[in-house]
C-alpha cells in the first residue's frame, strides 16, 4: 500500500537549518507530483512546496520562497525539504502529500519548533 513516512523534524534556533525527509512506497513514485504541508496549532494545514514529478519544476508558498527548497530523488524515492532562515512562525508539523490514483495520501507528519 502507499506509505510516505517523514524524517527530520526536531527544535532549532532562529536563524538555522533542518532538512526534511519523506520515504515514498507503494506506488510509482517517478509519476506524481509531490508536496509538503505543514500545519501549526490552532491554523489551517497550509501548502508549503510542490515539485512535479521529474522535478523540473517547483512551486512555494510566499511565506517560504528563497528560504525552503523541494527537492526528490526518485531513484531512491525521497522527497525532501530544505529549510533556511527559520523563524518562529515556520514552527508546525510538516507533512508530506501525494495526490496518488485518486486519492489523497498523508505521512505521519514531524514536528518542526523554531525557538531560541
Known amino acids: 500500500q502507499v506509505q510516505l513516512v517523514e524524517s527530520g523534524g526536531g527544535l532549532v534556533q532562529p536563524g538555522g537549518s533542518l532538512r526534511l525527509s519523506c520515504s515514498a512506497s507503494g506506488f510509482t513514485f517517478t509519476v506524481y507530483a509531490m508536496s509538503w504541508y505543514r500545519q501549526a496549532p490552532g491554523k489551517q494545514r497550509e501548502l508549503v512546496a510542490t515539485?512535479?514529478?521529474?522535478?523540473?519544476?517547483?512551486n512555494y508558498a510566499d511565506s517560504v520562497k528563497g528560504r525552503f527548497t523541494i527537492s526528490r530523488d526518485n531513484v531512491k524515492k525521497m522527497v525532501y525539504l530544505q529549510m533556511n532562515s527559520l523563524k518562529p512562525e515556520d514552527t508546525a508539523v510538516y507533512f508530506c502529500?501525494?495526490?496518488?490514483?485518486?486519492?489523497?495520501?498523508w505521512g505521519q507528519g514531524t514536528q518542526v519548533t523554531v525557538s531560541s
Open positions: 515539485i512535479t514529478s521529474a522535478g523540473g519544476s517547483t
Open positions: 502529500y501525494g495526490y496518488i490514483r485518486g486519492y489523497d495520501y
